[in-house]
């Protein structure tokens, strides 16, 4: 079936340091990706769906300079944390329409972000 | 956009025990999965079930379109059924529901 690769999994920075969270569609072609985000205890986040070849679409609040997006490939998302400040600390999960009828949506793993 | 609720919030087990959980959304869909959050956080489809009947094992969903809701059931409750479950639901964008805390004691 259909998978969605990200990575890191974990990662610790510190604050003001950048972080970028890669998410792969392993054996098929996305030109849409979504980005969400979840703190503890809470439901997914759309933060924003990533387009390939064009700008990402940000949700309402999400802040475009801070949480930058680029899908240069067919199989390839990138998010990208600026400027990382400890509120930011989340885990992030990346998610692909999963091709074919029948199958809705896949996610990645998620990556657990830490900004000390 | 699309509002959905779940319910319970919290829902705890003794193994064997059989449960419902409940997703009502508030416009018309064309997508309805329900997922299974393991503890590393990991999110697993269960189903795709935008409407009718499906079974996979101990589990099965039903979705009724027309009256907005979509129900879980599981059998037959093990340990390794906890988590926490969520019903996403989409026209376009996958909107999801806050999740079922489910605690299954052995």
């Known amino acids: 079936g259909a998978v969605v690769s990200q990575h890191p999994s974990r990662v610790i920075c510190k604050s003001g340091t950048s972080v970028k969270i890669e998410c792969r569609s392993l054996?098929?072609?996305?030109?849409?990706m979504f980005w969400y985000r979840q703190f503890p205890k809470q439901s997914l986040m759309l933060m924003a769906t990533s387009n390939e070849g064009s700008k990402a679409t940000y949700e309402q609040g999400v802040e475009k300079d801070k949480f930058l997006i680029n899908h240069a490939s067919l199989t390839l998302s990138t998010l990208t944390v600026t400027s990382a400040h400890p509120e930011d600390s989340s885990f992030y999960i990346c998610s692909a329409r999963t091709p074919g009828e029948g199958y809705g949506y896949t996610f990645g793993s998620g990556t657990r972000l830490t900004v000390v | 956009g699309i509002q959905v609720e779940q319910s319970p919030p919290d829902l705890i087990l003794q193994e064997g025990a059989n449960s419902t959980l409940r997703c009502n959304f508030s416009?018309?869909?064309?997508?309805l999965q329900w997922f299974h959050q393991n503890p590393w956080g990991q999110l697993i489809n269960l189903f795709y079930i935008p409407s009718g009947t499906k079974q996979n094992g101990r589990l099965s969903a039903t979705t009724v379109a027309t009256e907005r809701y979509s129900l879980l059931y599981i059998s037959s409750s093990q340990t390794t059924d906890s988590g926490v479950y969520f019903c996403g639901t989409s026209y376009g964008k996958l909107t999801f529901g806050q999740g079922t805390i489910l605690t299954v004691h052995p």
């Open positions: 054996d098929f072609q996305a030109t849409t």
């Open positions: 416009d018309s869909v064309n997508n």
